[in-house]
């Protein structure tokens, strides 16, 4: 079955002023669009047609260029997207905010090392947060489209927040502001979408 790409819960202005409405349409409506095309012709006719996305990227064969790139892309994005909100921002509550507190201290430590892992990722790539099978966080950075899903990429476990710090995720408002950008990502956080995911990858 064909990969969709998925429509925002929220209009494309509606992150505003941190992530501006003409970066998340060029954003979400050719970049992810062009990955999940891209994931979709190179499944065509291979055993991957079956398999989830998260199947494809654990089970991934790092040397298959088009699947490691565009599976990357498609899932990524499609995380990336979910939390955000306009509502976002603030800090989060109960489990996760006692992982975040016992795995780095305080919220505000958490909130230095991710914005470290952002800001520190050479060229193109991702940061994330993950929770490992024993209920602990890691953060780590990753090149391109790949993710901590794919084998040996990344901190392992399950990504649960993560950043796109690609230019075209902020270059139109930002410019080389990479950290300025991370610091508006903090704004727009979903943290009742990002404990969902910790409660259900724990
Ligand atoms: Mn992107």
């Known amino acids: 079955m064909a990969f969709e790409l998925p429509d925002l819960s929220y209009a494309y202005d509606a992150l505003e002023p941190n992530i501006d409405a003409r970066?998340?349409?060029?954003h979400h409506s050719k970049h992810h669009n062009?990955?999940?095309?891209n994931l979709n012709n190179a499944i065509t006719d291979t055993p991957h047609a079956s398999q989830t996305i998260?199947?494809?990227?654990?089970?991934?064969?790092?040397?298959?260029?088009?699947?490691?790139n565009n599976g990357g892309g498609f899932y990524n994005?499609?995380?990336?997207?979910?939390?955000?909100?306009?509502?976002?921002?603030g800090t989060p509550s109960?489990?996760?905010?006692?992982?975040?507190n016992n795995t780095f201290g305080s919220?505000?430590?958490f909130k230095n090392e991710f914005a470290k892992a952002s800001a520190t990722q050479f060229g193109s790539g991702w940061a994330w947060l993950c929770v490992q099978s024993d209920g602990s966080l890691k953060i780590c950075a990753t090149a391109n489209q790949d993710?901590?899903?794919?084998?040996?990429?990344?901190?392992?476990?399950?990504?649960?927040?993560?950043?796109?710090?690609?230019?075209?995720a902020y270059y139109l408002n930002y410019q080389n502001r990479r950290p300025d950008y991370i610091q508006a990502?903090?704004?727009?956080?979903?943290w009742d979408k990002v404990s969902e995911l910790y409660k259900k990858g724990v």
């Open 23 to 26: 970066t998340m349409e060029i």
């Open 54 to 68: 998260e199947e494809i990227l654990k089970g991934l064969d790092l040397n298959n260029k088009a699947l490691r």
């Open 107 to 109: 919220f505000d430590d």
């Open 34 to 37: 062009g990955y999940t095309t």
């Open 77 to 89: 994005h499609r995380l990336f997207w979910a939390i955000m909100s306009p509502d976002g921002g």
């Open 147 to 168: 993710n901590p899903l794919m084998p040996g990429i990344g901190c392992g476990g399950i990504p649960i927040l993560g950043i796109d710090v690609w230019e075209h």
């Open 185 to 190: 990502f903090f704004n727009v956080i979903n």
């Open 94 to 100: 109960g489990d996760l905010a006692s992982a975040i």
